[in-house]
């Protein structure tokens, strides 16, 4: 896949899962899965979950140099069985850290979206990327050594590629660990889900996820909790709001939503037409996400009865308590969140005006507040 390609398998501004060597906040599964390697119950076919972000293909990868890198034991031998290994950990000298690093490993195969005739990314896996790994295991078989594949994301398979794949795991080759990561494994057609063991993996915790940003060398930003607090745990949402300016995008609706129910309308002219700049595209499609987030946790305030801890923003707290203080103003900001969610994304259908579309969901968010009073 060329340069400007993007990678389907890669948040944009971290480093490739092959390349990142350390897993944080996910020990209860690692730990699930060693203790069934090393207890003789490896299962053929993993399914890893969890939100998006949170470490699914780091592990994949992980996972796929400690069973290419770790000989199995075949008896006692002289000696004595070597002790088990109590970690996932593999030297990045390791030659097969090496080959995987390098693309290189013959036990390895990763299936992702491919690109079409036209040289362009398909929006999902399709029946022939599932079909290439016959002659994987065709090429592979000779040696007789263990074989992996990674499948990122498992949901993104179409139908047909669904069911090549289910055979797969049906009559898995000999020696062969499957990895699926899903974001949805509610997509997977349920006889996938039932031939495979799961592995759910959780939002990292503050200090963990300081410390998964450090390796993946961004630049961390002073207001960590309100980094923590909009990406939910998952450092791929992290990266994002990072390199997209985020934090500072979602300060400012926060702020024009601290003005409700009157509104600072140059405010939000300027929010909308910032969106609507050249090349701004990537940062447009993140304020729609924003504002999502932002009636959600609108929503969870009058649900509960508190705003969200901890604040994502400056004064939110303040903010969402005054717009939500009931059960009943929470049912408002729902409902308002699912019907400017479809406005959005027709709008971007038709190619309405970005600035248009943002001024157009700002006035329902102040209508709702008016009515809402």
């Not at 495979?196 to 909790?225: D, H, I, V």
Request: charged share 20%; with cysteine.
């Amino acid at each position: 896949m060329s340069d400007d390609i993007p990678t389907p398998d890669q948040a944009p501004g971290a480093p490739h899962p092959r390349e990142t060597q350390h897993l944080f906040g996910q020990s209860a599964a690692e730990r699930a899965f060693l203790d069934a390697y090393t207890s003789d119950r490896l299962h053929h076919g993993w399914l890893l979950t969890g939100p998006r972000g949170v470490g699914k293909a780091t592990l994949a990868w992980r996972i796929a140099r400690f069973l290419l890198a770790t000989p199995p034991v075949e008896d006692d031998g002289l000696f004595g069985a070597p002790p088990p290994p109590e970690t996932l950990e593999i030297n990045a000298d390791h030659p097969v850290a090496h080959r995987i690093q390098a693309g290189a490993e013959p036990g390895l195969a990763a299936i992702t979206r491919s690109l079409n005739d036209q040289g362009r990314l398909r929006n999902e896996i399709v029946v022939d990327d599932i079909r290439k790994l016959g002659k994987f295991f065709g090429l592979s078989s000779a040696d007789g050594g263990r074989r992996v594949v990674i499948v990122d994301a498992a949901d993104e398979m179409n139908v047909s590629a669904a069911n090549a794949l289910l055979k797969m795991l049906e009559e898995p080759p000999a020696r062969t660990t499957l990895l699926l990561v899903s974001h949805q494994p509610s997509r997977l057609l349920p006889t996938i889900r039932s031939r495979c063991r799961t592995l759910r993996l959780s939002p990292l915790g503050s200090e963990e996820m300081k410390s998964a940003l450090k390796q993946t060398g961004a630049e961390l930003p002073a207001q960590t909790e309100h980094l923590a607090a909009l990406s939910a745990g998952s450092v791929g949402d992290a990266v994002r709001l990072i390199n997209l300016g985020g934090l500072k995008i979602y300060a400012e609706l926060t702020g024009i939503l601290g003005t409700l129910p009157r509104m600072d309308r140059q405010r939000a002219l300027a929010l909308a037409e910032a969106a609507a700049q050249r090349g701004a595209a990537d940062r447009f499609e993140l304020l729609l996400s924003l504002i999502d987030v932002a009636l959600s946790r609108l929503a969870l305030t009058g649900a509960t009865g508190a705003p969200p801890s901890p604040e994502a923003a400056p004064n939110e707290a303040e903010t969402l308590a005054r717009l939500s203080s009931s059960p009943q103003q929470a049912r408002q900001w729902a409902e308002v969140a699912a019907t400017i969610t479809a406005r959005a994304r027709h709008g971007q259908a038709v190619n309405l005006d970005p600035a248009a579309l943002v001024l157009d969901t700002v006035f329902k968010i102040q209508e709702t507040a008016g009515q809402s009073r």
